[in-house]
């Protein structure tokens, strides 16, 4: 796996805009049916916004009706760390870039087959790599 990827808040404050620098440096959420992915159908590779690791294939994203892009695998078992979240007062998965430690968004077991698994993520967390055999743009 790549090396880690460690900066500041400052750094990170300037590199993001300040919707990625809240959802991803600061575990918020952006609101359901407001992110450019949340409905797409784009085939390609998802990447981290904030270090550029891929993270999820379109093959495995599937429409939820959450309002967040929804995946029921990651492209490789190790791109997404998985953490115990206890705030709110719920106890949650929590689905972060093992890469540079950004926060995802959750992972709920009540996704489709064949995992069952249902990675919840934020868009503005992710950025897509169109697949350049698709003839989309
Ligand atoms: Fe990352």
């Not at 959802?23 to 998802?46: L, N, Q």
């Amino acid at each position: 796996m790549s090396d880690k990827v460690a900066k500041s808040k400052e750094q990170w404050r300037s590199e993001l805009t300040s919707e990625q620098y809240e959802v991803c440096r600061e575990k918020g959420t952006e609101a359901p049916f407001s992110g450019v992915y949340a409905e797409s159908k784009t085939p390609g590779i998802y990447v981290c916004a904030c270090c550029g690791q891929e993270l999820f294939s379109s093959a495995s994203k599937f429409d939820s009706g959450s309002g967040w892009p929804s995946f029921w695998q990651p492209l490789f078992p190790e791109s997404a760390a998985t953490e115990v979240d206890v705030s709110h007062g719920i106890r949650r998965t929590e689905v972060m870039c093992s890469k540079c430690d950004a926060h995802l968004g959750h992972v709920f077991d009540d996704g489709p087959l064949p995992t069952r698994l249902r990675y919840c993520i934020n868009s503005v967390s992710l950025g897509l790599k169109p697949d350049p055999n698709s003839g989309e743009e």
